[in-house]
């Protein structure tokens, strides 16, 4: 049987790729460490855990709206005004089976064959992915290392064309940690708004922000900007609850009514139990989204300066998520390598170490590594990395 034309154009994922190998060998007995994993090394709060277990007990286990629980929906709302001072009403939420599905419906719903959608590099993995189903065209724009992996205005002005239907504006960035400045999101904003350009803010990581970085939306820097943007957000980062699946978009209500209907024929609705849980997570105290915080800005003092040291690595260090993005096309070339692609797999298989190569979210001179594990692990697989390239080095 021939396959859908649109799947054949899907490039599969490096991070899944990366796991899967790492798997296979800790299954036949290596001491592989994992610094491939996009969620945190926490369990759920036990709050938000009980809150999941009450609404079972209680037999809230049926369908609910296609668009989420309105009570959901409510939280959501205050929490949007408690930390952007942003107002939504219901009919402006839609509650998702993750930010993921929430980026993938919103897609769907906007693009047309060939529309453009402006995707800053380094990007998420999945956003040319998702442009591509929905029939779309990303267009890349490259966030250079010296501008903190941010583009300019400047360089959103040279790819607009008639079709350019939309820009990911992903800060906190997944992979490289680098948020945008009120001023940055300004001059944007304005080209944005000057060519009807339609603002995808991913904001997954927004509770994740070190040395004292705070996090912007666009949307809460104008009136105008507001109604241009769709938000992306959910509670997969933010309090450990990536397995739950619960993500939501909040803006234009047109746009919004048409996921809630596409909603509808696809996953009905996302799942009861776990939208009561979120309710739980907004509701409840934000000790354990704090406390989970800190532990990552530590690690990652810790981790960026050993990283840092070793021959051939580069890495800015990064303002918010949890990930470092070095660039390693030295270190790959000080070990006999034409590409970081075969620097990663070396060091899987010689060292058992599991790193992302940057090829997959579009810099291929880059590794992603995440610190969501714990420190021992971290500094080991460090050192197993320091050590590689002492070795090759010499040899």
Known sequence: MNLAQRVSTLTPSTTLEITAKA???????HDVIGLGAGEPDFNTPDHILDAAKKAMDEGFTKYTPSGGLPSLKKEIIKKLERDQKLAYNPSEIIVCSGAKHALYTLFQVI???DDEVVIPTPYWVSYPE????????????????????????EQLKEVLTPKTKAIIINSPS????MIYTTKELLDLGKVCLENNVLIVSDEIYEKLLYDGNEHISIAQLSPELKEQTIIINGVSKSHSMT???????AGNQTIIKAMTNLASHSTSNPTSIAQYATIAAYQGAQDAVEEMRHAFEERLTIIFEK????????????QGAFYLFPNAIEAAKLAGFDNVDSLVKALLEEEKVALVPGSGFGAADYVRLSYATSLEQLEEAVDRIANFMKKTIAK
């Open 307 to 318: 990283l840092n040291k070793i021959p051939g690595f580069h890495c800015l260090k990064p």
């Open 243 to 249: 397995g739950w699946r619960i993500g939501y978009a």
């Open 23 to 29: 798997k296979e060998l800790k299954d036949a007995g």
């Open 130 to 153: 998702q442009v591509k189903l929905a029939e779309g065209k990303p267009i890349y724009v490259e966030g250079k290392e010296q501008n903190q992996f941010k583009i300019t205005p």
């Open 174 to 177: 997944n992979p490289t940690g």
């Open 111 to 113: 693009l047309d064959k």
